[in-house]
């Protein structure tokens, strides 16, 4: 009875809060667009999720969405070189440090996520975007941690 008691509270205090505050949701749309502009965690958050709904309607070979992490330096360069990598590797270069985290590529209706560690990106310029071809010039947005 008493272990019972404990953990309800536990549960009630800690839960709710640390979720929300780690794991963003965006959403990529039939107009090529991303629903925000900006996403931040804060510093305490050790690991973030961030989950991407497609809420179109077209097939993934037409408008396939992915969310990508760079720097900011380093994004364009990275959506270039992912052009080159092709539909079989969601647009992707192949093990590129460059990239700081992603998701796989989705069509209309889809989801997806990815959770990846904060460690080192604290403070810096960093940008999302997805590395469909021709995408990233009106998908992309602003995102920091802390
Ligand atoms: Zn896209």
New binding site residues.
């Given amino acids: 009875m008493k272990k019972a008691i404990t953990l309800l509270f536990l549960s009630s205090l800690a839960a709710p809060a640390l979720a929300d505050e780690c794991a963003l949701v965006i959403e ?1 749309n039939d107009a ?1 667009q ?1 629903n925000l502009k900006e996403m931040s965690v804060p510093a305490t958050c050790k690991e973030v999720t961030i989950t991407l709904n497609h809420t179109g309607k077209l097939p993934v070979a037409n ?4 969310w990508v992490l760079a720097s900011t330096a380093d994004y364009q360069a990275v959506a270039t070189a992912g052009m080159s990598a092709g539909a079989d590797h969601d647009y992707l270069p192949k093990d590129d440090a460059r990239i700081l985290a992603h998701t796989k ?1 989705v069509g209309g209706g889809e989801s997806t996520s990815v959770t990846f560690k904060t460690e080192g990106l604290a403070g810096k310029d960093l940008t999302f975007f ?3 071809p ?3 010039a009106m ?1 992309k947005g602003a995102f920091k941690v802390g």
Wanted: hydrophobic share 45%; with cysteine.
């Fill in positions: 990529g090529m991303f408008m396939g969405h992915n590529l997805c590395s469909f021709g995408h990233f998908m």
